[in-house]
């Protein structure tokens, strides 16, 4: 195989949702601190939703986002909370790919904490061949060809075999 065509993660996101309820964001950042060991980071709103309760500068979630050998250790736990079992819906077209964890004590290693109770969080992975970042850079953008990017396709069959996953059909 082409240097060029090998798959490799770019990065891991990890998300909890809290909307307006301070007690269950505190929750979810010890949640994400607990499976990864790294403070995660507070996600602001931007616009005044009166309707929902929201206004700009309230934290209604936090996130943390993992890569390089720290994002391949932990995914390889994830996907086993999943039963390393997906489904076609989580792989998305330019190599995303998105699911949730309803119950963290799914995942191996971690065990039940009474003071975070029972909730899940999501997560995100996005896969990249060599030469992405052309495309994304600030100086001297360029685009990909075709052959180049990534296809849903690609990224089922990179976690058929890096992962041991199977994809359910439709």
Not at 65 to 71: D, P, S, Y
Not at 78 to 97: C, H, Q, R
Request: glycine content about 8%; hydrophobic content about 35%.
């Amino acid at each position: 195989m082409n240097a060029m065509q090998k798959i490799k993660i770019e990065k891991i996101t990890l998300n909890v949702g809290a909307g307006t309820n301070q007690d269950t964001l505190k929750k979810g950042m010890q949640l994400i601190k607990n499976l990864t060991g790294k403070e995660p980071v507070k996600t602001v709103t931007k616009k005044r939703l009166p309707g929902w309760g929201l206004r700009p500068g309230l934290p209604i979630g936090c996130k943390l986002t993992l890569r390089g050998e720290e994002a391949q250790k932990i995914l390889v736990r994830l996907v086993e909370a999943k039963d390393k079992k997906m489904k076609p819906s989580y792989f998305g077209e330019n190599g995303v790919i998105s699911f949730g964890i309803h119950e963290y004590i799914d995942v191996p290693d971690l065990s039940y904490s009474p003071e975070i109770g029972m909730m899940g969080f999501e997560v995100c992975i996005n896969i990249a061949r060599p030469g992405e970042r052309v495309s994304k850079r600030k100086l001297r953008k360029a685009k990909i060809h075709k052959k180049h990017r990534l296809t849903k396709q690609d990224a089922i069959d990179f976690f058929k075999t890096e992962f041991n996953v199977t994809v359910e059909e439709k």
